[in-house]
């Protein structure tokens, strides 16, 4: 009993110590954002939104931030539709080659970034699709879509394989179940998904700095403010970031989990 | 002689290589109770699926009300099934879920409503309309299930093992549900069951299947009293079977003794044949009865107001002996007791083969 207490609090510090590694960065980019010195040091001066201000009025600062938006909703939707597709055929058929086909359809985040970059970026490059918006919408598409699909199929699998079979046997056909029967069923989970392949859309610097040329996402003028010098802004559009990141990240996670926790039609 | 409502006609299926169901003819009745019993893979849930167009036959052609199936695709049919797993929507509350086949008819909303009102009504659940149906018991549940199935007035009903996850005491209340059911209704009712105290309690025609074949048709009775093979006999159980070679003088020489069949069978002939265990009578001593054997007690099991006690004869005959407590009285019954056992040369049947 006394073992037991003891093996508790260990594991508590313990996790304890991997949230606070993980998290600690972000909490000091968080209070340096409101901080007035120009370099980040502690003791800390006195409390500003200053770089709030600047960073927002930063004309380069909102053109990356409505293209991010519109980059990462749009893959969330390809992503999301192309990840059901698969889930579902993986779920409903039994083909030859099928393990081959999951492994390749799970393959591409096992990529090295840099790699799937370069790669997508010689390969759009051949049809003149380099640079451009779309660009890095289809990259992230690549990138998002096992994702989705890996979110869709742990919803899939608790489905009882006869609930089709039910739904046709009271009269509707495959499409009509399709929308009246598994689109309803898996329903949080493409919620889910929407979410989580946003927020990886939106975070992903690597291949957005390779394949948008003069079109840049927010991670990529992150970078490029940093590069030039140490400027606090980039504590405030980070915090804004990661705000925005990490409340998808969360309805994604409540979503899957809260669909997990009732075994459905046993 | 009314028209059979389901035809089989000479229906074949393979799975691969695996013959699931081998060339099965047989035919249901309108309005009557059919169960199908068999042990797990005798290919009953497999019979049943074809019926509601889940799977197709390999061979044969199955027809309902004179038109063959073969063609129609599953909702197409007028089939409606309720599953081993009951297969509700979990997103839909009970009413939804009573509505989906109306819904899919095209039926407009407060009809369908109200319709669906009145079967959760009938079958004792009206007050649960609206709630959830994960957060319903297991009878509940089955009862939303059956209105689901039975909303939409169909000639057939099919269900596959539906009482199988239920407790004990909840299993005969719906049985009366059911068997009250189909009689109000007047509609068809097609039950695979592994059970045979549901078969037996509820359909009019029970087929007992083996290994993708019908092994007999026959009401719960003749299929008791006289199976048609040594499967059926051991498959129904609370059967004795005994096997022996016939004498000259028509008697049937067998391990535990030598017993007369009323002349039921032929000089010289290898039979088998079974004594029901609720006819084998016993005593202490010696009766003046034909077909007395000598047994020893093994072991004694009680179900109510029953009892069955097992006995060894020789020859390792296993022989079952199923009487009430009651009668027992005055008959010793430690293990190892040495006891007369008789039986009436009339209620002894021969298997073919």
Redesign the interface.
């Known amino acids: 009993m006394k073992d037991d207490k003891l093996l508790r609090w260990v594991l508590a510090l313990y996790t304890a110590l991997v949230f606070l590694f993980v998290f600690a960065p972000i909490a000091a980019s968080l209070v340096f954002s409101f901080n007035s010195d120009r370099f980040p040091t502690i003791p800390l001066g006195s409390f500003t939104t200053d770089w709030y201000v600047k960073a927002f009025s930063n004309p380069e600062v909102w053109d990356a931030a409505l293209r991010s938006l519109i980059v990462s909703s749009v893959t969330a939707v390809i992503a999301t539709a192309i990840g059901f597709s698969a889930a579902y055929s993986d779920y409903r058929y039994d083909f030859v080659g099928k393990k081959a086909f999951l492994v390749l359809a799970l393959l591409p985040p096992t990529i090295p970034l840099i790699i799937l970059a370069l790669a997508m970026l010689g390969w759009l490059s051949m049809f003149n699709a380099s640079g451009l918006t779309l660009s890095i919408i289809i990259a992230h598409t690549v990138l998002c879509a096992p994702f989705a699909m890996a979110v869709i199929r742990l919803r899939l699998n608790q489905m009882d394989p006869n609930l089709e079979p039910a739904a046709w046997n009271l009269g509707a056909s495959e499409w009509v179940t399709m929308k009246s029967v598994v689109i309803p069923f898996t329903l949080p989970s493409i919620i889910a998904s929407l979410c989580l392949t946003a927020a990886v859309s939106f975070d992903e610097f690597a291949v957005a700095w390779f394949v948008s040329g003069l079109n840049k996402t927010v991670p990529v003028v992150i970078l490029e403010i940093l590069t030039g010098n140490i400027d606090p802004q980039v504590n405030a559009i980070g915090t804004a970031v990661f705000l925005v990141s990490i409340t998808l990240v969360v309805i994604a996670q409540v979503l899957v989990l809260r669909s997990a926790k009732k075994p459905e039609a046993a | 002689m009314a028209e059979p409502l389901v035809v089989f006609d000479n229906v074949v299926k393979r799975f691969g290589t695996f013959e699931a169901v081998k060339r099965m003819n047989f035919e249901i009745r309108e309005g009557e109770f059919l169960a199908f019993m068999g042990p797990s893979g005798c290919g009953k849930t497999t019979t049943l699926r074809m019926l509601?167009?889940?799977e197709q036959p390999t061979e044969g052609d199955i027809r309902l009300a004179g038109k063959s199936l073969l063609d129609v695709?599953?909702?197409?049919r007028d089939?409606?099934?309720v599953?081993?797993?009951?297969?509700?929507?979990?997103?839909?509350n009970a009413r939804e879920n009573v509505e989906?086949?109306l819904k899919?008819?095209g039926m407009d909303k407060p009809a369908r409503r109200r319709k669906a009102l009145d079967w959760l009504e009938r079958l004792g659940i009206g007050e649960f309309a609206e709630r959830d149906v994960?957060s319903l018991s297991g009878g509940q549940r089955q009862r939303v299930a059956l209105a689901?199935?039975l909303v939409?007035e169909p000639k057939i009903l099919l269900l596959d093992e539906p009482l199988s996850a239920l407790d004990a005491h909840l299993v005969i209340r719906m049985q009366g549900v059911l068997t009250k059911l189909q009689r109000e209704l007047g509609i068809t009712f097609v039950y695979v069951t592994h059970s045979q105290s549901e078969a037996f309690a509820m359909a009019d025609r029970v087929v007992i299947m083996s290994k993708g074949e019908i092994a007999q048709i026959g009401s719960a009775r003749d299929i008791y009293r006289t199976p048609a093979s040594r499967f059926v006999a051991e498959f129904v159980g609370r059967n004795n079977i005994f096997a022996g070679t016939v004498n000259a003088a028509g008697n049937v020489e067998t391990p535990a003794g030598t017993f007369t069949l009323d002349g039921k069978a032929r000089p010289g002939d290898k039979v088998s044949f079974v004594v029901a265990a609720d006819v084998v009578s016993l005593s202490v001593t010696k009766p003046a009865a034909p077909n007395v054997f000598t047994a020893q007690l093994i072991s004694e099991e009680f179900v109510g107001s029953m009892v069955t006690l097992f006995f060894e004869a020789p020859g390792d005959t296993e022989v079952k002996v199923q009487v009430q407590e009651r009668s027992l009285e005055g008959i010793p019954r430690e293990p190892g007791q040495t006891l007369f056992l008789s039986f009436d040369p009339s209620h002894a049947h021969i298997l073919k083969g």
Do not use: C, I, V, Y
């Open positions: 509601a167009g889940l695709k599953p909702h197409e089939t409606p099934m599953w081993q797993s009951l297969a509700l929507f979990p997103f839909l989906f086949g899919m008819r994960n689901r199935a939409t």
